[in-house]
């Protein structure tokens, strides 16, 4: 009997090795090549979830081995995603439909910052020396945005809701934040300008006036969210889900214990010095997406644009990953 167990056994071993490598590496022996999914972030608050599920090795904890890796702009972090070379990334949902026309097939599977008005402030600010404090007075003003982009469509969303004509808002492409930010507080090429928090909380205590504060307006315009392809989606399921429970683990800490991350908060999204005394880690929402009306209002400003030929639909934009 103990040669036929030898003999079944050696004829086993020949069969795997002649016949049937390529499966016999898929059993638990090649589990070890775990796949590194690499995730795209700019160094702004809305990051900062994941910074934290880095830094408290979250990621590990779940299961999933994730690699954050930052970029200097929203520019080449898009270029990165269509070249392949990134899973998933922190960004907009103006971008993420970008992405899809460009033939990059992602999906939404949480939000950054935005769940709820307050979350994710921008503010559009007029220049110290200028005399505009009211959203009526941008009529003929010069206000800088960065054309094409979510501060357009935010831009287009505060003029329809208070009753500003767009058409005579002279718009003055300007789509580097920290130049925009010098250059309101000058206020020589332009009287206002649209930024986020905490460049905008920045312009205000340099003595820019605040026109248009987004967290006080009826509707709740402007959404960052996280998105990964949909090739890891379907085929790694498993994965995306365990890197969304660290994802939202991280946001139940950063909400918990806001103090505790400040100094990381103050570090990774750049804080400018002159606004880190009255800094505030940003609060977020745990297990949220964007709601259809939300996603629908950005598709038809983007086809109003010609950014896009036509609409996608919610489920193109957004996967509910259990």
Known sequence: ?????????????????ALMLTACQGSPSGSNDKKTYKIGVLRIDDSLPLYTAETEKLFAKHGVDVQVIEFSSAADQQKAMEAGELDGMMTDMIV???????????RVVAMALGAVPQEGRFLVVSSPNSSITTPQQLTGA????????????????????????????HT????N????????????????????DPLAAYAVQQGAHVVIDDTKLQKNYSQSVVVLTQDMIEK??????????????AIEKLDSQPDAYRDMAMK??????????????????????????????????????????KAYSYDEMVAHVQ
């Open 1 to 17: 009997p103990m040669n036929r167990v030898l003999r079944f056994v050696l004829a086993a071993v020949l069969a795997c090795s």
């Open 96 to 106: 993420t439909a970008l992405l899809k026309k460009a033939g990059t097939d992602v």
């Open 142 to 169: 010069s206000v800088a945005i960065s054309e094409n982009t979510m501060m357009d469509y935010l831009m287009n969303q505060y003029e329809q809701e208070l009753g500003i004509p767009a058409a005579e808002v």
């Open 172 to 175: 003055v492409q300007m789509p």
């Open 177 to 196: 934040l920290a130049l925009r930010t010098e250059a309101v507080l000058a206020g020589k090429d332009i009287q206002a300008a649209i930024l986020p």
């Open 236 to 249: 790694h399921h498993d994965d995306a889900a365990h890197f969304l429970d660290a994802y939202n683990e």
């Open 268 to 309: 990774k999204a750049n804080i400018p010095a002159a606004v880190a005394g009255s800094y505030r880690t940003p609060s977020y929402t745990a297990h949220a997406l964007p709601t259809e009306e939300e996603v629908s209002r950005i598709m038809n400003w983007m086809v109003e644009k010609g950014l896009l030929p």
